[in-house]
């Protein structure tokens, strides 16, 4: 028996798919995180580092639209990807990265900007698709 079967029958683990285009553009061809999100809008990584450029920089309202953005590109493509509305999203996958790190940007702009119930739904949903991106994002 593996001790990662789900014995309470809830949904498997949603894994998104990776296309290492965009993975390559960042690394070896030294891309900027704006270049890729224009290239390849679907791939969350690249709003998430947007996002967290613009929050570093002291752009909080400019970093909330980038995290908005990656986290509803995110939705559908776990939503493609099989995914119904909750169960795991795992942190260990480097597909799911950006959208979780989208979802954890967009929890602490809407922090910044006071708005109190979706930081706190958007930390929760975290929380719920995996406990390790909660762990390693929410500082």
């Not at 999100?37 to 570093?56: E, G, I, N, Q, V």
């Not at 980038?66 to 480097?94: I, Q």
Request: hydrophobic share 35%; net charge negative.
């Amino acid at each position: 028996m593996s001790i990662h079967q789900n014995l309470l029958g809830g949904p498997e683990p949603t894994r998104l798919p990776e296309d290492e285009q965009p993975y390559r553009m960042l690394g070896e061809e030294s891309a900027s995180p704006t270049q890729v999100a224009a290239a390849f809008p679907t791939f969350s990584l690249a709003w998430a580092m947007l996002a967290d450029d613009a929050y570093d920089a002291g752009r909080v309202v400019e970093s909330y639209a980038y995290a908005r953005t990656g986290y509803h590109r995110g939705l559908d493509s776990l939503r493609r990807a099989g995914w119904k509305g909750h169960g795991p999203v795992p942190w260990d996958h480097r597909g799911n990265r950006g959208f979780l790190r989208c979802l954890a940007a967009l929890a602490r702009a809407a922090e910044e900007i006071k708005e109190t119930e979706e930081a706190e739904r958007c930390w929760t949903f975290l929380k719920d698709s995996s406990a390790e991106a909660y762990a390693e994002l929410k500082q």
